[in-house]
T-cell receptor, first 112, second 112 residues
Framework: DIVMTQSPDSLAVSLGERATINCKSS????????????LTWYQQKPGQPPKVLIY???TRESGVPDRFSGSGSGTDFTLTISSLQAEDVAIYYC????????FGQGTRLEIK | EVQLVESGGGLVQPGGSLRLSCEVS????????MTWVRQAPGKGLERVAS????????YYVDSVKGRFTISRDNAKNSLYLHMNSLRAEDTAVYYC?????RGQGTLVTVSS
């Protein structure tokens, strides 16, 4: 199985500041026929199911604020929140579906 | 619009059985790998089982091998998880997923 490793495990950022979460896969998850990275980012708040933020590494889900962006290719990926809002406090997960289906361990984002 | 609706969860005694169902719409179910994912209270997301589009290949996490069976009915766009010999540690919210997790989940509680 492809192992997904997120960093950091937890993060505290001031309101209005940038938050950056990293996700590294143990092998490339670039699907060459489509030239798409098979990586999804989720946000999960307490008592709620995970919510899709970004898919194909950089495509924002409909309705997701544009302060959320995804980047990266191959094995290294980043989720960026450009200006942290109070409602962004949550746990964030990356997930790949290249040949299998695995999640990172999650990153807890809090307000500093 | 992609929709995955899980059902069948509930309270069951240790050693008991349960069958989860997932009804899918909005994508080509019959050509998609499908996966059951679970999240125990306070824990991260864990792949439980996956099944090939034609049902000929299946994956199980070690902790459920021999107790859980994943199956599908492509004519009904439905995915199933048969769970036997349930243990307290199987308590979790169970989600079904194609390439991306989009369901609301169903809660399974194993307790006497």
């Amino acid at each position: 199985d492809i192992v997904m490793t997120q960093s950091p495990d937890s993060l505290a950022v001031s309101l209005g500041e940038r938050a950056t979460i990293n996700c590294k896969s143990s092998q490339s998850i670039l699907y060459r026929p489509d030239n798409k990275n098979l990586l999804t980012w989720y946000q999960q708040k307490p008592g709620q199911p995970p919510k899709v933020l970004i898919y194909w590494a950089s495509t924002r889900e409909s309705g997701v604020p544009d302060r959320f962006s995804g980047s990266g290719s191959g094995t290294d990926f980043t989720l960026t929140i450009s200006s942290l809002q109070a409602e962004d406090v949550a746990i964030y997960y990356c997930q790949q579906h290249y040949g299998s289906f695995t999640f990172g361990q999650g990153t807890r984002l809090e307000i500093k | 619009e992609v929709q995955l609706v899980e059902s069948g969860g509930g309270l069951v005694q240790p050693g008991g059985s349960l069958r989860l169902s997932c009804e899918v719409s909005g994508f080509t179910f019959s050509s998609s790998w499908m996966t059951w994912v679970r999240q125990a209270p306070g824990k991260g997301l864990e792949r439980v089982a996956s099944i090939k589009p034609d049902g000929s290949d299946k994956y199980y996490v070690d902790s459920v091998k021999g107790r859980f069976t994943i199956s599908r009915d492509n004519a009904k766009n439905s995915l199933y998880l048969h769970m036997n010999s349930l243990r307290a540690e199987d308590t979790a919210v169970y989600y079904c997923a194609g390439d991306i997790l989009r369901g609301q989940g169903t809660l399974v509680t194993v307790s006497s």
